[in-house]
C-alpha cells in the first residue's frame, strides 16, 4: 500500500464491485469519497472507521471544499484527541447515496452518462455498511479497532458489528437509536414532500437546471428543529425580535429564531444535493436492526465479541435516552460488554456535535480500555 494512499486526504475510489443491496439490486461500479488521517500499524491492528451523520460527509476533520469550515468533528479527532491520527488510522467515507463524491443520485450512471436521478437504487443503512467494508477491504484494513459514530452514524455503527460481527473490535454509538419511530419518520416525510413540491425538482431531474433550492432549505429548516432542544432555543432565542424593535405585522422574519432557521436551510443548499437527501432519509427511516434479525434486537449482537459504548443526552428528543437504554438491554441479553451514561447538555440532538468535555472523556476512556 502506498503511502499517499494511506495518509491522504480527500481521496476517492472506483470500485469494481457488484455490491448487492438490499432491495436487490447489484451496483457496479462502486464509487466512494473518503479521507484518512494516521497511518496503519504493521498489524492492522489501530483502524478506526468514523460514520457521518444524515447531512455530514467524509471530511471529518480537515477544512470542508465548499463552506470552508473545519471538520465537523475536530472536537473529537485530532492530535492529543480521544482519536488520534498519532495512535490511530482513521477512516471517514462519505456514505453511499450521498452528494459528496461517493455513488448516489447526484453521480453519473454509467450505462447513461447522465446523472442518475431518481433511478438510483434505494439504499439502507446496511448498504452503506457494506460501502465501506469494500473501502476497507481496498485500503488492506481486514479489521476494526473501533467504529465511532453519532446519529445516523451511530445506525452504522451499530449495524457493523451486526453484519460483520469478525471485524469489530468495539462500537461507540452516540446520540443513536436502533430504529426510526413514527415521529421520527414523520418529520421526514415532510421534508421529503417539501423538496418534490418545490416545481424545480423535475421529478429529480434538475440537474443541467436549477436546483429545488426552496424545498431543501424548508426541509432542513423542520429537521433543525428536531436536532435543538426547547431549553436551548428559548435560552439562544426566546422571542426576541430580529434587528427589529418592533413587530411588522408581516411575514418577514420578525423573530430571531425565524431568522436562524431561514439562514441554516439557506446555508444547507449550498453543500448538499436534494435527491441525496430524500434518498438518505429513506434509508434512515427504513432502518430496523431487529427486523434485520427474525424481530429480536438481541439476535443482531449474538455473533459479535465486540465491547460497545452507548451515549445519550437528556436534551435528544430525536433520539432519547430511552432509545439507547432499549439497545443496552438487547446488548445485556446478548452477553455482549456495553458501557452506557446518559450526559446532560442544553443542546439537544445536536450535543454531540458541538463543545461537550464530558463525551470526549467517554470515548477517550473506552477506546484507552481497550488497548
Same mark, same amino acid.
Request: net charge negative.
Given at each position: 500500500?502506498?503511502?499517499?494512499?494511506?495518509?491522504?486526504?480527500?481521496?476517492?475510489? +472506483?470500485?469494481?464491485?457488484?455490491?448487492?443491496? %438490499? #432491495?436487490?439490486?447489484?451496483?457496479?461500479?462502486?464509487?466512494?469519497?473518503?479521507?484518512?488521517?494516521?497511518?496503519?500499524?504493521? %498489524?492492522?491492528?489501530?483502524?478506526?472507521?468514523?460514520?457521518?451523520?444524515?447531512?455530514?460527509?467524509?471530511?471529518?476533520?480537515?477544512?470542508?471544499?465548499?463552506?470552508?469550515?473545519?471538520?465537523?468533528?475536530?472536537?473529537?479527532?485530532?492530535?492529543?484527541?480521544?482519536?488520534?491520527?498519532?495512535?490511530?488510522?482513521?477512516?471517514?467515507? /462519505?456514505?453511499? =447515496?450521498?452528494?459528496? #463524491?461517493?455513488?448516489?443520485?447526484?453521480? @453519473?450512471?454509467?450505462?447513461?452518462?447522465?446523472?442518475?436521478?431518481?433511478?438510483?437504487?434505494?439504499?439502507?443503512?446496511?448498504?452503506? @455498511?457494506?460501502?465501506?467494508?469494500?473501502?476497507?477491504?481496498?485500503?488492506?484494513?481486514?479489521?476494526?479497532?473501533?467504529?465511532? =459514530?453519532?446519529?445516523?452514524?451511530?445506525?452504522?455503527?451499530?449495524?457493523?458489528?451486526?453484519?460483520?460481527?469478525?471485524?469489530?473490535?468495539? &462500537? @461507540?454509538?452516540?446520540?443513536? +437509536?436502533?430504529?426510526?419511530?413514527?415521529?421520527?419518520?414523520?418529520?421526514?416525510?415532510?421534508?421529503?414532500?417539501?423538496?418534490?413540491?418545490?416545481?424545480?425538482? /423535475?421529478?429529480?431531474?434538475?440537474?443541467?437546471?436549477?436546483?429545488?433550492?426552496?424545498?431543501?432549505?424548508?426541509?432542513?429548516?423542520?429537521?433543525?428543529?428536531?436536532?435543538?432542544?426547547?431549553?436551548?432555543?428559548?435560552?439562544?432565542?426566546?422571542?426576541?425580535?430580529?434587528?427589529?424593535?418592533?413587530?411588522?405585522?408581516?411575514?418577514?422574519? %420578525?423573530?430571531?429564531?425565524?431568522?436562524?432557521?431561514?439562514?441554516?436551510?439557506?446555508?444547507?443548499?449550498?453543500?448538499?444535493?436534494?435527491?441525496?437527501?430524500?434518498?438518505?432519509?429513506?434509508?434512515?427511516?427504513?432502518?430496523?436492526?431487529?427486523?434485520?434479525?427474525?424481530?429480536?434486537?438481541?439476535? &443482531?449482537?449474538?455473533?459479535?465479541?465486540?465491547?460497545?459504548?452507548?451515549?445519550?443526552?437528556?436534551?435528544?428528543?430525536?433520539?432519547?435516552?430511552?432509545?439507547?437504554?432499549?439497545?443496552?438491554?438487547?446488548?445485556?441479553?446478548?452477553?455482549?460488554?456495553?458501557?452506557?451514561?446518559?450526559?446532560?447538555?442544553?443542546?439537544?440532538?445536536?450535543?454531540?456535535?458541538?463543545?461537550?468535555?464530558?463525551?470526549?472523556?467517554?470515548?477517550?476512556?473506552?477506546?484507552?480500555?481497550?488497548?
Amino acid at each position: 500500500m502506498s503511502d499517499d494512499v494511506r495518509f491522504g486526504l480527500d481521496r476517492r475510489v +472506483t470500485l469494481p464491485g457488484p455490491l448487492r443491496l %438490499d #432491495g436487490g439490486v447489484l451496483l457496479s461500479p462502486v464509487e466512494i469519497a473518503y479521507e484518512t488521517y494516521g497511518q496503519l500499524a504493521a %498489524d492492522g491492528g489501530n483502524a478506526i472507521l468514523i460514520c457521518h451523520a444524515l447531512t455530514g460527509d467524509q471530511h471529518v476533520a480537515s477544512t470542508h471544499p465548499i463552506t470552508g469550515k473545519p471538520g465537523w468533528w475536530t472536537r473529537m479527532i485530532g492530535p492529543g484527541k480521544p482519536i488520534d491520527p498519532a495512535r490511530h488510522f482513521i477512516v471517514c467515507a /462519505n456514505v453511499l =447515496g450521498s452528494c459528496m #463524491g461517493s455513488s448516489g443520485p447526484a453521480t @453519473v450512471n454509467p450505462a447513461t452518462g447522465a446523472p442518475w436521478g431518481m433511478s438510483f437504487p434505494v439504499i439502507t443503512i446496511r448498504d452503506m @455498511v457494506r460501502a465501506q467494508a469494500m473501502l476497507l477491504d481496498h485500503l488492506g484494513v481486514q479489521r476494526l479497532k473501533a467504529v465511532v =459514530g453519532g446519529s445516523m452514524g451511530g445506525m452504522q455503527a451499530l449495524s457493523w458489528p451486526a453484519t460483520f460481527p469478525d471485524r469489530v473490535e468495539a &462500537a @461507540v454509538v452516540i446520540a443513536s +437509536t436502533a430504529r426510526h419511530s413514527a415521529q421520527n419518520i414523520a418529520f421526514h416525510e415532510v421534508g421529503r414532500q417539501a423538496v418534490m413540491a418545490d416545481p424545480r425538482w /423535475n421529478g429529480g431531474a434538475y440537474y443541467e437546471g436549477e436546483p429545488p433550492a426552496s424545498g431543501l432549505a424548508v426541509a432542513r429548516m423542520a429537521a433543525h428543529i428536531t436536532y435543538l432542544s426547547e431549553e436551548g432555543l428559548t435560552e439562544k432565542f426566546g422571542r426576541k425580535l430580529q434587528a427589529r424593535e418592533a413587530k411588522t405585522f408581516g411575514f418577514d422574519a %420578525d423573530f430571531q429564531v425565524e431568522s436562524y432557521l431561514r439562514h441554516q436551510g439557506l446555508s444547507f443548499v449550498d453543500r448538499f444535493d436534494a435527491n441525496a437527501y430524500l434518498y438518505i432519509t429513506r434509508a434512515m427511516d427504513y432502518f430496523d436492526l431487529a427486523e434485520e434479525h427474525g424481530g429480536v434486537l438481541a439476535n &443482531a449482537f449474538r455473533e459479535t465479541k465486540a465491547r460497545f459504548c452507548l451515549v445519550s443526552f437528556d436534551t435528544d428528543w430525536l433520539y432519547p435516552t430511552r432509545d439507547s437504554r432499549s439497545i443496552v438491554h438487547a446488548l445485556n441479553a446478548a452477553g455482549a460488554p456495553v458501557s452506557f451514561v446518559e450526559l446532560s447538555s442544553p443542546f439537544g440532538h445536536d450535543a454531540f456535535l458541538l463543545e461537550a468535555p464530558e463525551l470526549n472523556r467517554v470515548v477517550d476512556g473506552f477506546l484507552r480500555a481497550g488497548e
